[in-house]
């Protein structure tokens, strides 16, 4: 093949151009012309091939972050699958604001994991959940209908869970609100700050000298006066990330050299904080907020968790915290002071380390990090068995 | 540092605008100090074994080129240097592991206890990178001085010769003749050698990150890790994916090799010359690996006799050769094993071929052009079935997977997999570029015009600037699009 890759042109058989003085603005012309028909070439590749489709982010002033809208997602970093987002950016099926009559609701929250990219939408395990509730309805005569919504969004800490609760899922007026947690989220939910320059905008949570559970939104809030001065910049990025897979090309490769080269996430931070020195800001200044001491993260996901059961009894829902299984025994204690507090604060906890220590093809559970569609059968079984169990759904 | 990895997009320019920028003089000693800077960023004391080696061998080779009566023993010397490095990184554990294996097996046939040899005492040996590489470059020098070439007697040239980054790590196994011709002449820049070296460096990414990484990932690393979940569609599609993927992996990483030399005006030779399309394994060897098939020829094949001997003794010698370039592969029996079944190929096809020239109808019927295309379908197949034997991790479990293809089970995961990826666009998109290619080469060699657009894409390519610059940086976006997740280590990189 060697031989057929040889030169696509064979530039010794093109005569040699006169050399000629061009005009400026012929130069500019080509250039622009060139540009635009790479960008157009490359675009309706990217889409013929389903690529460059993996941007589905927006930024939001109170979660950080959100799913946006109706946004084609071909996802291939890990598994595979190629769904829309629904009109309200919830990696799930439509459904209606307004609860239909004889219909129970389980709502899910939680971060990758639930959102569930890397399999097909219909082997995730808020669909299965459905289908399998329904399922038993129908074999037992149960006129109950069951709605199983997907909240759940990628990086999503427990904090803004919590906030998500509020601002988008007590709507929805569900009956048990799921969340599946990993010890991993609760490093997520506090912020040093001291050091906020670095962290993501997202709601952080701490508590203060008495004990109480305060919110500290400042970095979100920040970036977003920020973005208020760059707004043109920020229509394009969104436009971009809407409409463009080569944007979403550029994005994912950014994502993967900063998370495998060393090198480039520190020339990248280099770049970074040149670009705002030259714009004659101190690129070290810290975004104003509350300055607190340094925080417990497990005490502080821990009050999140009993604040969250408190508000989903005021919004009649049940809440169940899910514990992803213990693949590498990190979470024992983290495990047990949640089921100690469950039964103290009255929420469900499903450790689903012990069904998976059962399993009887535990490599089947998960892809690299996260659960495979069999991980998601066992995850929907799983929790079904336990809702049944608990009588939450009666 | 991997020609892959975003430190050589790095690296590559700096060096390369340093060495344009400083005079004449300083270019060797930059790029020898680049080299030797490539080597060490992976691990640095074995820079001090390159140059250990270099420094053996630049004077050896200029002892056997003055000795009038000790040019055997000096060459021996240098050999045993050379070959005793290569075996004790490479080989030692390997030895140490086969004699407690048949200890063991000993005691237990005469029933002594084997508990003694339970455990196989084994070195913590990291093999160094492009041992097998320089090691067989280094030879080849002391054996050509041996036979009369003239030796480089420029130190920082024959150091440059052994440690030149382009070529370092897997080759091409270069000859110092055609090196040491780059050298005599100050380096100008040209043009047409820089467009050539980026459309190299870019069509080796292609081929490495987006179809030789992507079979990898997607493919071959999950089929040989559990064979028990293949069915046996899955089994074949992981054999052929496996023989596109070294392909893949190889000639990629050689065309980036070979495109970044050319930045600095330099030519490595070419180690592939379309192998798929040959019609059997004597010519498959000639187009596979061909830098490391004419080594093996010239040290080893000719030394042992070559094909001037009695029939027999021509046979041993393929069988030798090839048994002997599968142990180069990698310290394992599994590579014996495919060397052996090589050399025994070998032997058979040089048999067939000389039995068919002698029988009238068979020597007509290989004319035909059926029968070619047979040929080199069964050659293929052939070769992808006894790669199973190269990447599996021992000969049991190559069985394994034979087992799997030869069944009948139902298809699993990877079928589908395959199917959801981007493999099949990038497929297409790679073999969209190979006719483009093929067709314009064709026009060009037999002095056709060009279609009239070609033509023009042609015109533009040369005359444009901006459209080459803004070519190369789409290309750089394809293959960034089509890439994985996570690059891989080139396959050669660990023999």
Known sequence: ?394 | MLFSSFNYLIFLPIVFGLYWVLPDKCRKPLLLLASYFFYMSWLPKYGLLLFGLTLANYFLGLLIDKSEHRKKLFLTIAISINLGCLCFFKYTNLLLDSIWQGLRGLLHVTGMSTAPFANTPMFDILLPLGISFFAFEFIHYVVDVYKGSSPMRNFIDFALFGAFFPSQIAGPIKRFQDFSKQLIHPAVFNKQEFNDGLVLILQGLFKKVCLGDTLAQLVVDPGYANPAALGTLDAWIVFFAFTFQVFFDFSGYTDIGRGSALLFGYRVPENFNLPFLSANFLEIWRRWHISLSTWLRDYLYFPLGGSHCSVWAQRRNLFLTMALGGLWHGAAWHYIFFGCIQGVILAVTRDWQKYTDKHPTLSRMKLSAWWHWSAVAATFWTWTVLLVIFRAPSVTHAFSMYAKAFSSSPAGEITTTLMTSTLPATLCLYGLYCITCALSNRAVEKGEALPAMAHGIATVWKQSVPARAIAYAAMAIVILAFAPGQVQPFIYFQF
């Open chain 1, 1 to 394: 093949m060697q031989k057929l890759e040889k030169h696509i042109t064979n530039e010794a058989k093109i005569p040699e151009p006169r050399a000629s003085r061009r005009p400026s603005w012929r130069s500019a012309f080509e250039v622009v012309a060139y540009l635009a028909l790479a960008v157009f070439l490359l675009e309706v590749l990217f889409r013929i091939a389903g690529v460059g489709s993996q941007e589905f982010m927006y930024f939001d002033q109170k979660l950080g972050n959100k799913h946006i809208p109706g946004k084609e997602v071909i996802w291939r970093l890990e598994g595979f699958s190629a769904e829309t987002l629904n009109s309200h950016g919830y990696r799930d099926v439509e459904h209606a604001v307004a609860k239909p009559a004889g219909i129970k609701r389980v709502a899910v929250l939680g971060d990758s994991h639930s959102e569930g990219l890397q399999v097909p939408l219909n082997n995730t395990y808020a669909r299965r959940l459905e289908a399998s509730l329904n399922g038993s309805a129908n074999k037992t005569a149960d006129k109950t209908g069951y709605e199983v919504i997907n909240f759940a969004c990628s990086g999503y800490s427990t904090a803004q869970e919590y906030v998500q609760f509020s601002e988008e899922v007590a709507p929805y007026k569900p009956d048990v609100t799921v969340i599946l947690m990993h010890w991993g989220n609760t490093a997520a939910n506090i912020v040093d700050s001291k050091n906020r320059r670095n962290a993501q905008p997202r709601p952080y949570f701490y508590l203060d000298s008495e004990g109480r559970l305060l919110e500290d939104n400042s970095i979100a809030e920040w970036c977003y006066k920020q973005d208020a001065q760059n707004e043109g910049l920020i229509e394009t990025i969104g436009f971009l990330k809407r409409h463009s897979r080569i944007y979403g090309v550029l994005c994912q490769t950014d994502l993967a050299l900063s998370i495998n080269e060393r090198l480039y996430s520190k020339l990248r931070s280099f770049i970074k904080s040149a670009s705002i020195s030259l714009q004659g800001k101190d690129y070290k200044a810290e975004p104003p907020g509350p300055v607190y001491p340094p925080q417990d993260s497990i005490r502080v996901t821990q009050k999140i968790v009993m604040a969250l059961s408190k508000k989903c009894a005021e919004n009649d829902s049940k809440l169940v915290i899910m514990l992803l299984p213990d693949v590498f025994g990190v979470s024992a204690k983290f495990s047990k002071d949640l089921t100690d507090l469950s039964s103290q604060h009255n929420f469900g906890l499903l450790d689903l380390s012990d069904a998976f220590k059962k399993h009887p093809n535990p490599n089947d559970v998960f892809l690299r990090v996260h659960l495979s569609s069999q991980g998601h059968k066992f995850v929907a079984d799983t929790l079904h068995a336990f809702l049944q169990q608990k009588n939450y759904l009666q």
